[in-house]
């Protein structure tokens, strides 16, 4: 009888280690980090859509981002976002006003700088069917229970493009992403990912650093 208990138990811990972190999940996830891990600095369009079914919200934006490494632009609703590793600036063009800030990491913890890389750390992960459109599904669950989001949703593509993602919140928001015009940008400099006043005349500046 114990020896039985044993072999169902040891079953029961090897499921549940596969469904924490499965292997095949992995293999894609690491294929896919491999592919950006290569490119220096990009930019690309996205749509975001903010859904909350028992709310009846369904609303859909459009942005574009330039990255490289931390550094990021930024430009969605009316806003351009400059973060240049150091500092933050974030453009209004309607009040013609920018608004500066120290960068702080945590303020910025799911965004198309760090989406490739983040199930490497604090994630459990597991593959599920393909969808229809034949991506590659992955769920990434939170191992920390504090943060306001529970579960990532990611959609890799055959050529391990990652084409889109769902962050799922505990509040029952989901924010679904989906990237377009992904293109490398080689040349492109620091300086670039640095808010400068001469390009926008007039604009009134706000620092609160």
């Given amino acids: 009888m114990i020896k039985q208990f ?12 596969f469904g924490q972190f499965d292997p095949e999940a992995k293999e894609v996830l690491d294929r896919m980090s491999a592919k950006y891990r290569q490119v220096s600095a990009f930019s690309a369009g996205f749509e975001q859509t903010l859904i909350n079914e028992s709310a009846d919200i369904n609303e859909t934006m459009a942005g574009a981002i330039t990255v490289k ?12 976002i400059y973060n240049n590793g150091t ?15 120290a960068y702080e990491e ?12 983040i199930y490497q ?66 040349n492109l400099t620091d300086a670039s990912f640095t808010f400068n006043p001469a390009d926008y005349p007039g604009v009134e500046i706000i620092d609160f650093r």
């Fill in 121 to 186: 750390e604090g994630f459990k992960y597991i593959l599920m069917a393909d969808n229809d459109q034949g991506n590659q599904v992955i769920d990434l669950d939170t191992v920390d229970r504090n943060k306001s989001y529970f579960k990532i949703r990611m959609m890799i593509g055959q050529d391990n493009s990652l084409n889109s993602f769902i962050v799922f919140e505990n509040g029952g928001n989901q924010y679904r992403y989906t990237i377009k015009d992904f293109t490398e940008k080689a």
């Fill in 87 to 101: 500092d933050v600036w974030s453009y209004n063009e309607e009040f013609g006003e920018v608004t500066i800030s």
């Fill in 69 to 80: 490494g931390a550094k990021y632009i930024l430009d969605i609703a009316g806003q351009k």
């Fill in 106 to 117: 945590e303020d910025q913890e799911i965004s198309l700088n760090n989406i490739w890389d």
């Fill in 6 to 17: 044993l072999v169902v138990f040891a079953l029961l811990v090897s499921q549940y280690a």
